[in-house]
């Protein structure tokens, strides 16, 4: 995806990304790459590719839910997809990025630092883990690509204040949807929408699930990684 096409298809977004956020975005992509050598951050290098999977991608999120000044915690964000480029895009979010990473924490903090973002933090942790203190604290939890979607619930919706939202980016997940009900039952959340569409150029299919979280989640979640991947809930 080109510049210009990148521009076009973000306006149906209904973004408008001013000068100084797509040159964000540029200074942005030149570290991405000419850190990656050192870090092993993406496979994706190329330019055009860069804008459509991850930067235009990142920013589908905003498809599903309104995005302004609320707090945002990215889990498993990587290389800061899609967090850093939500950053970017709405710079009155609050965002907190986590990965368990240490040398993909550094690459966040370095691009934090370049690109002169506040109220953007970066935390080196597992999400496991963090979810055991920190709890209802965000208005979204979201991650992009990281682990299946049970995973993803038992240790994200701790995080999520109530009556907030999680949100998982993902290709496709009619496999992940089986047995799901048991989880909404326990974490006390309903799945409020699921939206499939196709990434343009390519077409290659991408699913976004939203759940709302009606109470606070019991102290038993998350359970330990171990628990979490041998067991269901
Ligand atoms: N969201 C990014 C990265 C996906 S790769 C993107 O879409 O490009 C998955 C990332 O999640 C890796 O960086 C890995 O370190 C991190 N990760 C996987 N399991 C995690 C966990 N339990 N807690 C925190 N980070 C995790």
């Known amino acids: ?84 480029v939500l950053k970017i895009a709405f710079p009155n979010l609050k965002v907190t990025l986590v990965d368990a990473t240490e040398k993909k924490c550094n690459f966040l903090k370095l691009v934090i630092n370049k690109l002169n973002l506040k109220d953007i933090e970066v935390i080196n942790a597992r999400a496991e883990i963090y979810s055991k203190e920190v709890r209802e604290k965000y208005d979204i939890v979201t991650s992009r690509a990281v682990a299946p979607l049970k995973h993803l619930l038992e ?34 959340i309903y799945n409020q929408k699921i939206l499939t569409f196709k990434l343009p150029v390519e077409e290659s299919t991408r699913t976004l699930i939203s759940y709302t979280k009606k109470e606070k989640t019991n102290k038993i979640y998350p359970r330990r990684y171990n628990e979490i991947k041998k067991k269901e809930i």
């Open 1 to 84: 995806m080109n510049k210009e096409l990148f521009i076009e298809s973000v306006e149906k977004l209904n973004i408008n990304l001013t000068n100084e956020m797509l040159d964000q975005l540029e200074e942005y992509y030149k570290i991405l790459v000419s850190e990656n050598a050192k870090y092993n951050l993406t496979t994706i290098t190329d330019k055009e590719s860069v804008y459509l999977k991850h930067f235009y991608d990142s920013l589908t999120l905003s498809k599903i839910i309104k995005l302004d000044n609320q707090s945002l915690c990215d889990i498993g964000t990587g290389a800061g997809f899609p967090g850093m």
């Open 155 to 188: 240790y994200s919706i701790p995080l999520v204040k109530v009556d907030g939202t999680y949100i998982a980016m993902k290709s496709d997940i009619t496999k992940e949807l089986e047995g799901i009900s048991n989880y909404e039952n326990k974490l006390k």
